[in-house]
């Protein structure tokens, strides 16, 4: 398994700022991926997070407001960008590296907007 | 379009008795499913999981059921204890989507002493 580091673990942001989260691994993995959970809801993918290259949004997402780096096999950043309080939530970075489907995930920041 | 569902928002079970947990899908291409938990202030932890070639797996208290027939997978906990207390989401994957992982809504289970 793959022990993920998120940070911050939480935050509190005023309206129209920026914040970035950070995820590290603490191995190589093949693939990386950013989801959030609104309150009283479940996993949704944002992204996945292409080491190299720009990321590939999920529906509903997008670059300019979510954008995301991975300069490397283990580490990823999310930014949120120009904040509102509908961007409050957990935010949550996930890495697979084996040949199966199993997805680890970090503990997640959980993002409070004022 | 909701492809994976948890439609118990919420279980309680005494301690000792057996949890069943139950997921419906949609997509008949899905290949492999997985159940995660998740503590309040911490990140979804792998649990168990399960291959569309196979209708069950075992790992010590936990066991997945797969019916492929009816798009229905149930996670059984025998026996509950209260540490299990906690919120299950049931995750599925195709290969056609990258296997990315589509996942239900949850179901918080409560494990009363």
């Known amino acids: 398994s793959a022990v993920i580091s998120q940070k911050p673990s939480r935050d509190i942001c005023q309206r129209g700022t920026s914040l970035t989260i950070q995820c590290q691994v603490d191995s190589q993995v093949t693939m990386m991926f950013w989801y959030r959970q609104q309150p009283g809801q479940s996993l949704t993918l944002i992204a996945t997070?292409?080491?190299?290259?720009?990321?590939?949004?999920e529906s509903g997402f997008v670059i300019d407001k979510f954008p995301i780096s991975r300069p490397n096999l283990t580490f990823s950043t999310l930014t949120v960008s120009n904040m509102s309080p509908e961007d409050s939530s957990i935010y949550l970075c996930?890495?697979?590296?084996?040949?199966?489907?199993?997805?680890?995930f970090g503990a997640g920041t959980r993002l409070s907007v004022l | 379009d909701q492809q994976v569902k948890q439609n118990s928002p919420s279980l309680s079970v005494q301690e000792g008795r057996i949890s069943i947990l139950n997921c419906d899908y949609t997509?008949?291409?899905?290949?492999?499913f997985l159940w995660y938990k998740k503590y309040p202030a911490e990140g979804p932890t792998f649990l168990i999981s399960?291959?569309?070639?196979?209708d069950k797996n075992e790992d010590g208290r936990f066991t997945v059921f797969l019916n492929k027939s009816a798009k229905h997978l149930s996670l059984h906990i025998v026996p509950s204890q209260p540490g299990d207390s906690a919120v299950y989401f049931c995750a599925a994957s195709v290969p056609e989507y990258g296997n990315k992982l589509v996942f239900g809504a949850g179901t918080i289970l409560r494990v009363k002493s």
């Open positions: 997509n008949s291409m899905f290949d492999y």
């Open positions: 997070a292409n080491q190299g290259s720009e990321a590939t949004y």
């Open positions: 399960i291959s569309s070639i196979k």
């Open positions: 996930s890495a697979k590296g084996g040949p199966n489907n199993i997805q680890y």
